[in-house]
């Protein structure tokens, strides 16, 4: 049926039938709360490129976690800063790095609460790119490996959610494979790889100290930061 025959108009007409039909609603079930992690003691810094975020050292995470499940937040996705980056950003799948501490720190203040792990290496690689560079291009299954071992320390740590956002081929069957077999199958995962031409990455790319070296979103990212 097309117009004059239906007039959405008259469902759109009052407050209540608003409500009744309305398809799309927002809640804090809706949310996850991201958390930026470095190393130190006593740090909470505000975030230039994010007002209201904030750098936090491990130990300033309890307080902030019980905070996010007051508020009826379902979960939280966890960003690490490294101590040190190096090509590959090996410090991403350390045992005892700032995220995996992060993640049993938040487990243990605040068991209900999901904790995701942002997985992916511009965080954790001088370059700031998301994976092994191999003649100026990404090495994809070079970087699967590293990927997979970053998640099995996340999962090792108490993760429940492995999030990877590098747009790497294959990389979800390559992450579920390699948790099933180390016995994580219940630990899920979270692609959001997905990139668009919007604002809402860089400001991100800045708050997680990943600006990438290279290539057309680095001409895009210093353009939108001006
Ligand atoms: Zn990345």
Redesign the pocket.
């Known amino acids: 049926m097309a117009f004059p025959d239906t007039r959405p108009r008259r469902l759109r007409r009052t407050s209540s039938i608003r409500r009744l039909v309305r398809e799309t609603t927002l809640s804090p079930d809706n949310f996850i709360f991201p958390l930026f992690v470095r190393p130190g003691k006593g740090e909470k810094n505000e975030i230039s490129s994010l007002p209201g975020q904030f750098h936090f050292s491990v130990d300033m995470l309890a307080r902030e976690a019980e905070e996010i499940a007051k508020l009826g937040i379902p979960a939280v996705i966890l960003f690490g800063l490294p101590e040190k980056k190096d090509e590959v950003g090996s410090e991403a799948w350390a045992p005892e790095g700032v995220v995996q501490k992060a993640i049993r720190t938040i487990k243990k203040a605040v068991p209900e609460l999901t904790v995701a792990v942002d997985a992916?290496?511009?965080e954790y690689t001088t370059h700031g790119h998301?994976g092994v560079m191999l003649e100026g291009h990404l090495d994809n299954d070079a970087t699967l490996e590293n990927l997979g071992r970053a998640a099995l320390s996340y999962a090792r740590a108490g993760a429940d959610v492995v999030a990877p956002?590098?747009m790497l081929d294959g990389f979800v069957g390559f992450l579920r494979e390699g948790l099933d077999e180390d016995n994580f199958d219940k630990v899920a995962i979270l692609s959001y790889a997905a990139k668009y031409a919007s604002g809402y990455y860089g400001p991100f790319r800045a708050a997680a100290d990943?600006t990438p070296a290279l290539g057309a979103w680095k001409r895009d990212f210093s353009r939108s930061s001006l």
Do not use: E, R, V
């Open positions: 992916c290496f511009c998301c956002s590098g990943s």
